[in-house]
C-alpha cells in the first residue's frame, strides 16, 4: 500500500481529482473533500473528464500543472496502469489502477480497491471468528468485468480455498485464472444458469455485476443454498440496499453494501497525496448516504 511518504513535494496545497469518463456522479470529491476539511488541510479535490483518447494527455497535463496524483475509475484502470513508471504489487498483479501519485516527475501506480473490500467486509463482521468463517469456506462470486479483478485478489490474498464465479460470458471467466495461479485458491468457472446451485456450502457471495445498479436489471438469483452463516456482499452502493441485499437481510443472512468499499478504497489515496491517514467515520458515511438519497 503507499503512503504519505509519496505525498508530493510541489510547494502550495496539494492538488488531486478523480479521473473517469463519465465523471458527473463521482462520490469522491465529496469524501475526499470531508477529509481536508476535518484535517485543516488547504488541498483539493475535483473531477477530471477526460476520454479514453485523451487520458495520456491529461495525465501529464496534470502532473505538469503540479498535481499531487489522481484517481482512476472507469474506463481508464487499465490505461492507469500501462502509463505509470513505478507500479505497486497491488496494481501488478491486477493489471489495473486506481491511484496514480506523481513524485519526481514520475507516476507511481497503486490500486486499493482489494483493501476498501477487505475493510469493508472486516466492518461488516460482528466479530472475527464470523469473519474468518466467511473466509475459510468457498467463495461465490458474480461477475467477472473490471470490478471483479480487485475482488478476486483480495479474497486469494485473505486466503479463500475456494473461488467459484459465475459470469454470462463464460470466457471472461477464463481470462481471470491468472489471478489464482500459484496461490492456495482454486477457481471454478461456473455456467450463469448454475448460479444458485453454486452457492451450496459458500461462505460469501459477492456480487460484482452492474445488475441491481439504478437503472440496470435487477440480479435474479435465489439464496436458498446459502449456509445461514454466510455474508451477501453487493458492490453496487445505488441504491445502498439492492434488491439482493433485501432479500439476504429477509432470510436472516449477514449483509455488507457497497458503500463501505468506495469510503476504505479512497483512505489510502488521500494518505498518498495529502500525508494523513484519514477515518472513515459514521458522519461520513451519513453524508454520502444522504447525497446519494438526494440525486437518486
Ligand atoms: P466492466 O467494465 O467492469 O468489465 P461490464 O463489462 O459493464 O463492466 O460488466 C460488469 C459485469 O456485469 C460483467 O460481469 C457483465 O457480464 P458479461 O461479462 O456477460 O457482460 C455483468 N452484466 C451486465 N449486465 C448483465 C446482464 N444483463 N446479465 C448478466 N450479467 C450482466
Known amino acids: 500500500m503507499m503512503s504519505g511518504k509519496l505525498a508530493n513535494s510541489v510547494q502550495g496545497p496539494a492538488k488531486a481529482g478523480i479521473l473517469g469518463w463519465p465523471v458527473t456522479h463521482s462520490r469522491s470529491p465529496l469524501i475526499h473533500g470531508y477529509w481536508l476539511k476535518m484535517h485543516n488541510l488547504e488541498g483539493s479535490y475535483e473531477k ?17 500543472a503540479g498535481y499531487a496524483g489522481a484517481n482512476v475509475t472507469v474506463p481508464h484502470k487499465e490505461a ?3 502509463l505509470a513508471d513505478v507500479v505497486d504489487p497491488s496494481a501488478s498483479r491486477l493489471s489495473a489502477a486506481n491511484l496514480l501519485v506523481f513524485k519526481e516527475g514520475e507516476i507511481h ?4 480497491d482489494g483493501y476498501g ?29 473490471g470490478a471483479s479483478r480487485a475482488i478476486i485478489g483480495a479474497l486469494v490474498d485473505a486466503g479463500v480455498p475456494e473461488l467459484r464465479i459465475s459470469n454470462r460470458t463464460m470466457e471472461k471467466i477464463e481470462s481471470l485464472g491468472f489471478l489464482c ?27 460484482t455485476t452492474t445488475l441491481g445498479m439504478s437503472g440496470q436489471p435487477s440480479l435474479d438469483i435465489s439464496l436458498d443454498k446459502l449456509p445461514d452463516f454466510a455474508a451477501v456482499v453487493d458492490i453496487v452502493y445505488a441504491p445502498l440496499e439492492t434488491s439482493l441485499l433485501k432479500v439476504a437481510a429477509q432470510k436472516g443472512l449477514r449483509t455488507v453494501d457497497g458503500l463501505g468499499m468506495l469510503l476504505h478504497q479512497a483512505a489510502p489515496s488521500f494518505a498518498a ?24
Not at 477530471?48 to 505538469?64: I, T, Y
Not at 475493510?119 to 461488516?124: A, I, P, R, Y
Request: proline share 5%.
Open 48 to 64: 477530471l473528464l477526460a476520454s479514453p483518447e485523451d487520458f495520456q494527455d491529461v495525465v501529464m497535463g496534470l502532473m505538469e
Open 80 to 82: 492507469a496502469y500501462a
Open 109 to 112: 501506480a497503486a490500486n486499493t
Open 117 to 145: 473490500f477487505l475493510q469493508s467486509l472486516h466492518e461488516g463482521a460482528e466479530d472475527t471468528n464470523i469473519e474468518k468463517k466467511w473466509l475459510s469456506k468457498p467463495a461465490a462470486l458474480l461477475g467477472a468485468g
Open 181 to 207: 495461479e500459484g496461490t492456495q485458491t482454486k477457481m471454478t468457472a461456473v455456467p450463469w444458469n448454475d448460479r444458485a446451485a453454486m452457492l451450496d456450502g459458500c461462505g460469501l457471495l459477492v456480487n
Open 273 to 296: 497525496w495529502f500525508g494523513v491517514t484519514p477515518e472513515v467515520t459514521p458522519e461520513l458515511r451519513q453524508l454520502v448516504i444522504n447525497n446519494l438519497e438526494e440525486k437518486s
